[in-house]
Structure formats: C-alpha cells, structure tokens
C-alpha cells in the first residue's frame, strides 16, 4: 500500500521555517488562513509533529492550543485532527465514540473493520495508556448483543493471514447453513466466520458462497440481520472485499442527500490521506456518477472546503 496516499512528506522540509510561517499566521490581528492550511496540507503527519516540537521551542507555545483559539467550527476540527499523530487519532475518535452519553456505533464499526491486526494492537495499547482502561472493557460496557460480540473479535486483532484452502468450501457452506437454509439465523457462525478470516480467504468464501446459495453474502446479510450487527457485518465485508472501496462509500453517505456527517468526512479524509486517498478516489469515480473532489466541493465551503480539496488531492474526470 505504500504511497498510495495522497499527502507526502515534503521534500525540503525544515520544521523550525515551518513553525514561523504558522506564528506569524497566527501573529497579530487576524489569522492567515491560507498560509495554515496551505502548509499543514503540504506536510506529512511525521513531519507536523516535528513542525508541533520547533513551534514549542521557539515560542513557548503549544501550536495546537494556538490553532484552536485562532480557528473555528469545522475548519479548526480538521485542522486539529491533522496535528493528531495517526493511532491517536484513532483512540481519540473511539474514546468520544463511546464516552459520551449514546454510543456512536459508526464510529466503533468503521475503525475496528477497516484496520489491520497490528493497527488494531496497536490502538489498544496506546487507549490503556492514555486512558488507564482496557478498550475492550470500554466497548463491551457500552455495547451489547451480537453486535458486542462481533466487535470484540476484532477487537482480538487475530484475523488470518492467509487462504486456508481446505475451508473455503466449508466456510461458504457453514454461512450458508447458518442464515438462507435455516429458519432464524445462527449469528455466530457469521460473527466466527467474518472476524477471523484473513481478507483474501473471505473473497473466495464470498465467491464460492455466491455459486452455492445464488446470492451475494451482503444480499444475505441484509436479510438475514439487523441494526448494528448487520452494519458491522457488511462494514466487514466491504473491508474483505476493497478497504479503498469501503471508505468511497462512506465518504459517499456521508455527503448524499441533505446535509452533511462531516463528522464522517473529517475522519474518513484525515486518516487515509497518507495511506489509500488516491485508491478512493479512484473507486469513488468507478462507482459514483461524480468524483470525490466535486462532491466535496459541492457540498463544503471556505478554509474547509479548500482544506479538505487539498487533502483530496486532485479531481478525477
């Protein structure tokens, strides 16, 4: 996946130019708007850490605390989660996801289907650091049902590697026995199934399951569950099926129609801008009548919208 994003490092980088450009920004009456999100845009997230320690060191300041008194509303959101190194990120969004009063299960979903075992270890051990409590604690108190259960196997970060050739057959049939040729639905056979096969393995149950039963898995899915365990079922296999094509679709929903989630939109274009943005974009252009740099500019405006474009890196005809 290397360099399949759409942020670089910069070249010429020098953090303590960096950290004066942004003072003098931010100096005075007024802030320079451009000048900020110009440069943050430009610059790896490696690097705004870097250009967070140069500012303290010269002005003793934190640049962070700064940006937030000069900046507003959802511009000044996604400016500050781009100064957030990329695992915090995460363990920021799934602390507000589940400390506030309701949960925000799309949060607990998307994070925990789309990332990769070793991410997910990684996630973990930094929440209990930072927040003196087990992550798995936290989501099963806040979460219940089967849904519960399938998060905490992905929580349990020990998805296979690898095509276990000998189960693909069973695997098919055993999702097949468990949902269309059964009166009821037997949840944990797809929870076993979906949460501890590696992906590759899981696009050949997915074909072998569609020549036996006839139907898509998430044709089966969808008929066979509901709520949040169908949400993080589906999340699971658009993940199996394209990573890149499961956050074309969020990013998708999270713009159609009235309104905005840019709740959505801000987590979606921060966390993949160094990992798989132009990959979106190009499912994003295969599977919408538009490209994700027209929807976005139709549906942002301002620092945010132009923040946002910057990150987008580019239109796709």
């Not at 044709?219 to 199996?240: D, N």
């Not at 499961?246 to 801008?273: E, N």
Request: hydrophobic share 35%; aromatic share 6%; with cysteine.
């Amino acid at each position: 996946m290397a360099g399949r994003g759409t942020v670089k490092p910069h070249s010429g980088f020098n953090a303590n130019n960096d950290a004066e450009v942004l003072y003098k920004a931010m100096k005075g009456i007024g802030t320079d708007e451009a000048a900020i999100l110009q440069l943050l845009t430009a610059r790896s997230n490696a690097q705004r850490q870097e250009i967070k320690a140069a500012y303290k060191t010269l002005h003793g300041k934190d640049l962070v605390d700064n940006l937030k008194s000069e900046l507003g509303g959802k511009f000044e959101s996604l400016i500050v989660a781009l100064m957030i190194p990329p695992i915090k990120y995460d363990v920021t969004c799934l602390r507000d996801a589940i400390k506030g009063a309701g949960t925000d299960e799309k949060v607990l979903v998307e994070i925990l289907a789309s990332r990769s075992p070793n991410e997910v270890n990684q996630i973990k051990s930094l929440y209990k650091q930072e927040h003196k409590n087990d992550l798995e604690k936290d989501v099963t108190g806040d979460t219940g049902g089967h849904f519960q259960r399938m998060l905490v196997v992905l929580l349990q970060a020990s998805r296979q590697q690898d095509i276990q050739e000998n189960l693909i057959q069973s695997d098919a049939q055993a999702l097949f026995a468990a949902g269309e040729q059964k009166f009821g639905t037997d949840e944990g056979q797809f929870i076993t199934i979906l949460g501890n096969r590696s992906n590759a393995h899981l696009r050949k149950v997915f074909e072998e399951y569609r020549k036996l039963s006839g139907f898509e898995i998430e044709e089966s899915i969808q008929r066979e569950t509901s709520g949040t365990l169908q949400e993080v079922l589906l999340a699971v296999v658009k993940c199996a099926r394209s990573v890149p094509g499961y956050f074309a679709d969020s990013l998708y929903s999270a713009m159609k129609g009235a309104g905005t989630d840019d709740q959505t939109l801000i987590r979606v274009m921060v966390s993949r801008s160094e990992v798989d943005m132009l990959d979106i974009r190009a499912e994003f252009r295969k599977r919408f009548a538009t490209s994700l740099h027209k929807m976005i500019q139709g549906d942002t405006s301002g620092d945010y919208r132009k923040t946002l474009l910057l990150l987008c890196g580019g239109d796709d005809a």
